[in-house]
């Protein structure tokens, strides 16, 4: 590979580079409609939504959910949202931005808690993986947060440094984690939560991903 002294992104998946929030939303109320809950509008979903999931769940069931009704709700998730992905695209101008990057000369890598064995051959299908130093799924358990998984990338790409790297995603773990690993973020309204949610976090939000790379560009400065 080389080495990488210049900046580096970390990109996020679904809901960054991958526009598959209409998926999301409908996996959700599948796994929801599993319990009778009352299916949620993208609003409250973005409003609501926070990792690990089961925080999420007790958000809008006033308790955690019990191992079992875990297990159905994230298995009924995973099988919607396997099912409709497949209508899901690229979000607007994702192609042109990478390969904009790595023309530059600056490395870039995916980080994401979607399972590494369906991630790959989906980065893949794109057309997109040769722009990555490296494509990490989730290998344990869903519903976890990603900071330690973001310390594990980063110390598996060489020549990256984490003070010049900054992480791309739609999710405030997104910015937890690249704190966690001593990198920056920028935070994406286009996937998960609510701009007033990210704006809580206290790193730069941004609508669009043009604007995101700019602000990753002046981060890493």
């Given at each position: 590979?080389?080495?990488?002294?210049?900046?580096?992104?970390?990109?996020?998946?679904?809901?960054?580079?991958?526009?598959?929030?209409?998926?999301?939303?409908?996996?959700?109320?599948?796994?929801?409609?599993?319990?009778?809950?009352?299916?949620?509008?993208?609003?409250?979903?973005?409003?609501?939504?926070?990792?690990?999931?089961?925080?999420?769940?007790?958000?809008?069931?006033?308790?955690?959910?019990?191992?079992?009704?875990?297990?159905?709700?994230?298995?009924?998730?995973?099988?919607?949202y396997t099912e409709h992905r497949v209508r899901?695209?690229?979000?607007?101008?994702?192609?042109?931005?990478?390969?904009?990057?790595?023309?530059?000369?600056?490395?870039?890598?995916?980080?994401?808690?979607?399972?590494?064995?369906?991630?790959?051959?989906?980065?893949?299908?794109?057309?997109?993986?040769?722009?990555?130093?490296?494509?990490?799924?989730?290998?344990?358990?869903?519903?976890?947060?990603?900071?330690?998984?973001?310390?594990?990338?980063?110390?598996?790409?060489?020549?990256?440094?984490?003070?010049?790297?900054?992480?791309?995603?739609?999710?405030?773990?997104?910015?937890?984690?690249?704190?966690?690993a001593g990198a920056r973020a920028v935070l994406?309204?286009?996937?998960?939560?609510?701009?007033?949610?990210?704006?809580?976090?206290?790193v730069p939000v941004v609508d669009t991903l043009?604007?995101?790379?700019?602000?990753?560009?002046?981060?890493?400065?």
């Open positions: 590979m080389g080495t990488h002294r210049d900046a580096h992104i970390v990109w996020d998946w679904n809901g960054t580079l991958f526009h598959d929030v209409d998926a999301v939303i409908g996996a959700t109320n599948a796994a929801f409609a599993e319990l009778g809950l009352q299916p949620l509008t993208l609003e409250r979903y973005r409003e609501l939504y926070c990792v690990p999931v089961p925080k999420f769940y007790e958000r809008l069931m006033g308790r955690l959910p019990t191992e079992a009704e875990w297990e159905l709700m994230d298995a009924t998730f995973h099988r919607y899901c695209a690229l979000a607007e101008g994702v192609a042109e931005l990478l390969t904009g990057w790595s023309s530059a000369g600056r490395s870039q890598s995916i980080l994401s808690m979607y399972g590494h064995e369906d991630l790959v051959p989906l980065v893949r299908g794109f057309g997109i993986e040769s722009h990555f130093l490296r494509v990490d799924g989730r290998t344990g358990p869903s519903g976890g947060g990603k900071s330690e998984h973001m310390v594990r990338h980063l110390g598996a790409l060489t020549g990256v440094d984490p003070a010049r790297t900054v992480v791309i995603g739609d999710a405030a773990d997104d910015a937890l984690a690249a704190r966690h994406y309204t286009g996937g998960s939560h609510s701009r007033a949610s990210l704006e809580a976090v206290g043009a604007e995101a790379v700019e602000e990753a560009e002046r981060l890493a400065a």
